[in-house]
């Protein structure tokens, strides 16, 4: 966990502080002190979570961003899906240190229904544990893809709904972030889910990248072009096999070569096996009759 970043959280709420923090790839919404909204490009946003649970439709989200904000502030369920979005941002935002910097600001809307005190919200972050523990640690989360398992085990397993819901969205291409926002749930929550998962042996785990994301792209690029040089050789014509000075036909008129036929075999034929004689009925008799005194 990033400790500048809790004891600067921390600091705002000591002072009452209503505006902006911006902290790696997100920011922190404060009003008075506590959090009344957190968002991060690697989690599901807060309108994803509001749509997918019916709380509000896409154009009433629209209406209560530019201010007209309705009946939706009066839906008790708002409440508890904002109290998750802002969980799930910060567990991302304090698992690395990053530079942040505060700036005042107007009281965000959501600040009448969603209260977070700063030592309670790093306080959850730490119980969830170390983020870099296990084979899916938050650094892979939008870079990762979520792999099936080729062989299931052998063994029983129970699945929760959770689990259940991203096994099956799982389709070798798409990261945790991508399956939790088309799903519309948490990220962290899908990120549970697939950790348990490939602890089951239902999903493969990740490639670990050590490499930054410009310096794995700048390796992958040789990569990329190597095989559109394999796919523009094997659109090569046929090479020709004349000697020097030979003028061959275009590959295209020539006739396509044939295979050798197979030579039929000399010598002796090889006769044809006897067929079996009928056995003569009196003989199954007698054994069908010695069968029985022996049973």
């Not at 991508?178 to 749930?185: D, K, Q």
Request: with cysteine; net charge neutral; charged share 25%.
């Amino acid at each position: 966990m990033s400790a500048e970043l809790a004891s600067e959280l921390r600091r705002l709420a000591a002072e009452g502080s209503t505006g902006v923090l911006h902290a790696g790839d997100g920011a922190f919404h404060l009003a008075e002190g506590t959090i009344a909204c957190a968002d991060c490009r690697r989690t599901t946003g807060l309108d994803r979570l509001v749509v997918e649970a019916g709380v509000a439709t896409p154009e009433e989200w629209r209406r209560a961003e530019a201010g007209d904000l309705g009946p939706l502030l009066h839906r008790p369920q708002l409440e508890t899906l904002a109290l998750l979005s802002v969980f799930d941002a910060a567990y991302f935002l304090l698992a690395a240190p990053a530079p942040a910097e505060f700036q005042p600001a107007p009281a965000h809307w959501l600040a009448p229904v969603c209260k977070v005190a700063p030592p309670a919200l790093v306080e959850e972050c730490s119980r969830r544990g170390d983020p870099e523990a296990g084979p899916w640690p938050v650094t892979l989360v939008d870079r990762a893809p979520v792999v099936p398992a080729r062989r299931i085990p052998k063994r029983r397993v129970m699945l929760t709904g959770g689990q259940a819901e991203m096994l099956a969205a799982a389709d070798a291409r798409r990261s945790i972030t991508t399956l939790a926002e088309y799903l519309g749930r948490t990220t962290y929550g899908c990120l549970t889910a697939v950790r348990e998962l490939t602890e089951a042996g239902l999903i493969e785990p990740p490639v670990r990248l050590t490499a930054p994301r410009h310096a794995a792209d700048a390796q992958v690029a040789p990569l990329i072009a190597l095989n559109a040089r394999r796919a523009a050789a094997d659109r090569l014509p046929p090479l020709a096999l004349g000697g020097p000075g030979s003028d061959p036909e275009p590959a295209a008129s020539q006739p396509p070569a044939q295979l050798p036929r197979r030579r039929a075999r000399s010598g002796a034929t090889t006769p044809a096996p006897e067929r079996w004689k009928p056995i003569d009925r009196e003989v199954l008799v007698r054994v069908r009759a010695a069968l029985e005194e022996l049973a």
